[in-house]
């Protein structure tokens, strides 16, 4: 059984700062790709920034600039870092990562619950 545990959500001023972590546990053998998506009321998930085990990255075009994300292989743990945040960048930020189980043959693809942030003066 693969989990993805995310924290770090929380209500932040417009400007103000936020770091995301989503740790991945089980019977992992490898982990690929790694991402962070959103989810604002009444409208379709989408992908807020995503990273490769080599460690490339790409991001929406909304974020670029002020989202930095990052992962730590050994902890299989991937982070959102989250500097001058505006009130459009509320929403519920999911963890996804892509990863290969213990005698598993094939990559699937796991979900975090997801965290609330709230950017709100």
């Known amino acids: 059984q693969v989990q993805l545990v995310e924290s770090g959500g929380d209500l932040v001023q417009p400007g103000g700062s936020l770091r995301l972590s989503c740790a991945a546990s089980?019977?992992?053998?490898?982990?690929?790709?790694m991402a962070w998506y959103l989810q604002a009321p009444g409208k379709e998930r989408e992908l807020v920034a995503a990273i490769t085990s080599g460690g490339s990255t790409n991001y929406a075009d909304s974020v670029q600039g002020r989202f930095t994300i990052s992962r730590d292989n050994a902890k299989n743990t991937v982070y959102l870092q989250m500097n001058s945040l505006k009130p459009e960048d509320t929403a519920v930020y999911y963890c996804?990562?892509?990863?290969?189980?213990?005698?598993?043959?094939?990559?699937?693809?796991?979900w975090g619950q997801g965290t609330q942030v709230t950017v709100s003066s």
């Open positions: 089980g019977r992992i053998w490898s982990v690929n790709d």
């Open positions: 996804y990562a892509r990863l290969l189980t213990v005698g598993e043959r094939y990559y699937r693809t796991y």
